[in-house]
């Protein structure tokens, strides 16, 4: 069975940073692409970035793009996304995603939000 649990979210102030992770189970984590989503207050479901399997290949939706890094463990099953010069419109429940044999799997979430 597919298991992803997220944590690492809280309050943080602008300018902040938070480093998430996800810890994977249940499938073969190496093979696998992995994608943060989040989803913003009274807002639909947004990319955010995902990674290859390797670690070697990375994407990033522009507006988080040189303050966001994706990365991964595979030695430990664990997905990473480190946060850094955090803003309020960042604030959103941030969700780790994969998509395996055409169905998508979802963690429970981890909130962030970004005020002062």
């Known amino acids: 069975e597919v298991q992803l649990v997220e944590s690492g979210g809280g309050l943080v102030q602008p300018g902040g940073s938070l480093r998430l992770s996800c810890a994977a189970s249940?499938?073969?984590?190496?093979?696998?692409?992995m994608s943060w989503v989040r989803q913003a207050p009274g807002k639909g479901l947004e990319w955010v970035s995902s990674?290859?399997?390797?670690?070697?290949?990375?994407s990033y939706v522009d507006s988080v793009k040189g303050r966001f890094t994706i990365s991964r463990d595979n030695s430990k099953n664990t997905l990473y996304l480190q946060m850094n010069s955090l803003k309020p419109e960042d604030t959103a429940v941030y969700y780790c995603?994969?998509?395996?044999?055409?169905?998508?799997?979802w963690g429970q979430g981890t909130q962030v939000t970004v005020s002062s």
């Open positions: 995603n994969l998509r395996f044999v055409g169905r998508d799997y």
């Open positions: 249940g499938f073969t984590f190496s093979s696998n692409a």
């Open positions: 990674i290859d399997g390797g670690g070697g290949r990375t």
